[in-house]
């Protein structure tokens, strides 16, 4: 029996698109494709190469490079369609899909290469593994020209760019958004999200000086631990400054200066109502712990320090398309905060960040849309 095959999920009845994770790079895409498929179409999700994060997607690792291993997980899953990311290309896999006459999509197209160890095989098998792709979309001009060069045809690769990553935007009760909205109106508003206590007395320093500027400005602050907001409170009081406290079920008077929330829960509420984010972890931290992803999907204009933790990609994009302001220090905050206190200005930079964030959005639909074509003409090929 081959190795994997004891230990595999049931297959569900009905028909089901397989999505394997070719990388790092492409993990959210594929998770938002997961997403979409499970909630959109009447399909059943596998997923390998990386954990979904989704529920409802079913898991397994991806078969061994031999002919026995990829059969028994063929016969086992039996997918109408499946979506691959990134580069790595599986002669032997692909040649028994091919043989199979399943339908392969390629997204989130970079380099392609054979499997580690691999780089040996026999002239040709790069050019016969891409034949199997049905449709390549790849992220942009120089991983087209690379896969063309590899041997892929011309017709089958398209420069779409990258899929759409995970970045729903964050719910939250909207009756309590008009309420607050109206309590900070004509109020400067920013939030300190997931900061961790190390950059408290940074964010408290930039809220200090933002106040010469903006004597009315409000900072919501959350720090990283909830278990901070009560003592945080209390030592803000002791200092001097204007608190009010969610957790005591306070709300923000016309002379709060800071509002001390701690629920991650709400994280959509205040990006909602805070034209300006400042993502905590950056400066002192290990790293960002909060998708900047998520306050761009909402209009806040985002502030972060060097050290991106697991988001450095996303960050990198939107340094690129400069749609986020990197700060390295205390006095860098003080200035950017200061700056994007202009509301033309920190608008830019929301709308800059917007467009990042939807730009992948027309490759996925375009996935979505050619899978339904594909998965309604094999359901029949699904099943046990």
């Known amino acids: 029996m081959p190795e994997g095959a004891a230990r595999r999920p049931a297959r569900p009845s009905g028909p089901l698109v397989w999505l394997h994770v070719g990388g790092p790079a492409s993990v959210s895409g594929m998770r938002e494709l997961a997403v979409r498929l499970t909630e959109e179409e009447d399909v059943a999700v596998l997923m390998t190469g990386a954990p979904s994060g989704a ?133 400067p508003v920013w939030f300190g999200a997931g900061v961790p206590e190390g950059e408290e007395g940074v964010v408290i320093e930039a809220q200090r000086q933002a106040m010469q500027m903006a004597h009315r400005i409000l900072l919501i602050l959350m720090p990283q631990d909830p278990a901070r907001a009560g003592p945080l409170a209390r030592s803000l009081e002791e200092a001097g400054w204007r608190v009010a406290s969610r957790n005591d079920e306070s709300e923000p008077e016309h002379d709060t200066e800071i509002y001390i929330v701690s629920d991650q829960a709400e994280l959509g509420l205040w990006y909602r109502l805070a034209p300006i984010t400042y993502l905590g972890g950056g400066l002192s931290g290990t790293g960002l712990h909060l998708s900047p992803l998520e306050p761009a999907a909402l209009g806040s204009a985002i502030v972060h320090g060097p050290r991106p ?76």
């Open 309 to 384: 933790g697991a988001f450095g990609a996303p960050l990198g994009r939107l340094g690129a398309a400069r749609a986020a302001r990197a700060v390295a220090s205390g006095r860098d905050l003080n200035e950017a905060l200061g700056d994007l206190l202009s509301p033309d200005r920190a608008a830019r930079l929301a709308q800059a960040a917007w467009g990042v964030v939807s730009e992948g959005a027309e490759v996925t639909e375009n996935v979505l849309v050619t899978l339904r074509g594909l998965t309604g003409a094999r359901t029949a090929s699904g099943g046990g």
């Open 55 to 187: 529920g409802g997607v079913l898991h397994d690792d991806i078969p061994a490079e031999t002919a026995a291993e990829v059969r028994a997980f063929l016969d086992h899953w039996h997918p109408g369609a499946a979506v691959f990311s990134e580069g790595e290309i599986r002669p032997a896999l692909l040649h028994e899909a091919a043989e199979r006459r399943l339908p392969i999509l390629l997204a989130d197209a970079r380099d392609p290469h054979l499997p580690r160890g691999r780089e040996s095989w026999i002239p040709g098998a790069m050019r016969r593994a891409l034949a199997a792709f049905t449709k390549i979309y790849a992220i942009d001009a120089a991983a087209a020209r690379a896969f063309r060069k590899a041997g892929a045809a011309q017709g089958k690769v398209t420069i779409a760019g990258r899929l759409e990553e995970s970045s729903s935007a964050l719910p939250c009760l909207e009756a309590e958004r008009e309420y607050l909205a109206k309590l900070m109106v004509a109020r």
